[in-house]
């Protein structure tokens, strides 16, 4: 194995000033209506987490609270062709690595008849399934974010896509590598040892510059959609290894592998009946596996003679690797209700209980949100993580339950 260690994997200020002066510029031309024809979006966000228990970990605050700005700016051209703009921002009262900038969005898109192509950094998610996405490999995950992982950096690319009536090709390249974020040492919802930035190992000797390339077709057939992929390059889920860091602290590292994955998604609806499939085979520096999430949603609709619908789901949850993969559903039933009453406010909630079939961890998430007039909205989040497992990679977390709640203007 060629090792590259980095030394430098937080933004260095410089870099956190450039893109932080970026963002303000375009933002005020923007509101000040200088971008004529350009079209101005986005939300200001309060947030306020609250731990229903003390935290384990000598530093960590009980609670913590936040603002987030994201503002998005669009404007399509006469051609057709148009450039997207999706900022970012968090300040975080309790854990300093919470508190940061990214650019989600900044890209050209270039459409002729027969061919597009997106320049610049760019966010694609491919996926069906609620609970777990294997197949979503193109942008890195902003852990530090939201522990679901759902919320992603944005990627360097160059994308290229042929639409045809045989279906649809995408072809990415990726010039440059960014690694995941995680919680600080006073941050919550982290392991015991926690994960520091600085001590990154790549298999690559390129490391960072290692040029990443996939390849995806994808097709609807009547009532399936499908898509297959290829993936090569570095890895976007770490390994992570317990070491120490310059200062003699036990912390833990990561190491970053060279893979090759192939990814399959397919989504087929009957009726009320939605059935969902991912799958994956990843190759890389330690024993090739694969792993797969699927399973099925039936939604009733009009209920009680309302003009709500509610959405039942079961998922399952499979890696070949068992107990000795790093992600913690690896053999997990996982059960849902989606509830809509397709009201003026856009009112949403989701419930969710995921149960790890060889012992008794399990984790309970309810999500809701409501529009509060024509510019706030309201989310509320909750997590409990119940019975934990000593020997389940989330045993850490066994005290972080947590409710968030978050009141954002948006414009």
């Not at 062709?81 to 970012?88: I, K």
């Not at 940061?100 to 597009?116: A, I, M, S, V």
């Not at 193109?138 to 950096?153: A, C, M, P, R």
């Not at 499979?318 to 009453?341: I, V």
């Amino acid at each position: 194995m060629t090792r590259h260690l980095s030394s430098k994997a937080l933004i260095p200020k410089s870099q956190l000033a450039r893109r932080g002066g970026l963002f303000v510029i375009v933002l005020s031309l923007a509101i000040a209506g200088r971008l004529t024809g350009w079209e101005l979006s986005g939300y200001i966000a309060g947030e306020g987490r609250l731990f229903m228990q003390d935290p384990l970990y000598d530093g960590q605050d009980r609670h913590n609270a936040s603002m987030a700005v994201q503002p998005q700016i669009y404007h399509r051209f006469s051609d057709s062709s148009s450039l997207t703009f999706t900022g970012f921002a968090r300040a975080d009262s309790a854990d300093p690595h919470r508190t940061h900038l990214d650019l989600r969005e900044l890209n050209y898109l270039y459409r002729q008849d027969e061919f597009e192509m997106r320049l610049g950094i760019c966010k694609v998610f491919w996926g069906v399934t609620e609970f777990v996405h294997l197949v979503d490999i193109v942008n890195q995950t902003d852990l530090v974010e939201d522990i679901d992982g759902e919320e992603k950096l944005g990627q360097p690319m160059i994308q290229f896509t042929l639409p045809a009536r045989w279906g649809r090709v995408d072809l990415i390249w990726m010039p440059y590598f960014r690694q995941r974020t995680f919680p600080g040492r006073s941050g919550r919802l982290r392991p015991a040892l926690y994960v520091d930035p600085d001590v990154v190992i790549y298999e690559s000797p390129e490391g960072r510059n290692r040029w990443d390339f996939v390849a995806r077709y994808s097709r609807s057939l009547g009532s399936c959609d499908i898509g297959l992929y290829v993936f090569n390059g570095t890895d976007r889920q770490p390994l992570l290894f317990p070491t120490t860091n310059r200062n003699g602290q036990a912390v833990l590292g990561s190491f970053y592998q060279e893979i090759t994955q192939l990814g399959l998604d397919a989504q087929y609806s009957s009726g009320n009946w939605l059935w969902k499939i991912e799958a994956i085979y990843k190759d890389g520096y330690f024993e090739g596996h694969s792993a797969a999430t699927g399973g099925l949603e039936y939604t009733c609709v009009n209920l009680a003679g309302t003009r709500a619908d509610l959405g039942l789901i079961v998922e399952y949850a499979y890696d070949e690797l068992g107990d000795r993969t790093q992600t913690p559903y690896n053999h997990d039933l996982m059960f849902g209700l989606r509830f809509s009453p397709n009201d003026a406010a856009s009112t949403y909630l989701l419930a969710g209980l995921i149960q790890d079939v060889k012992d008794t961890s399990r984790i309970l998430i309810v999500e809701a949100s409501r529009r509060l007039g024509s510019h706030w909205r309201m989310s509320l989040e909750l997590w409990a993580f119940l019975d934990t497992d000593p020997g389940d990679s989330l045993y850490g977390l066994r005290n972080d339950d947590f409710a968030r709640l978050e009141i954002a203007y948006c414009f």
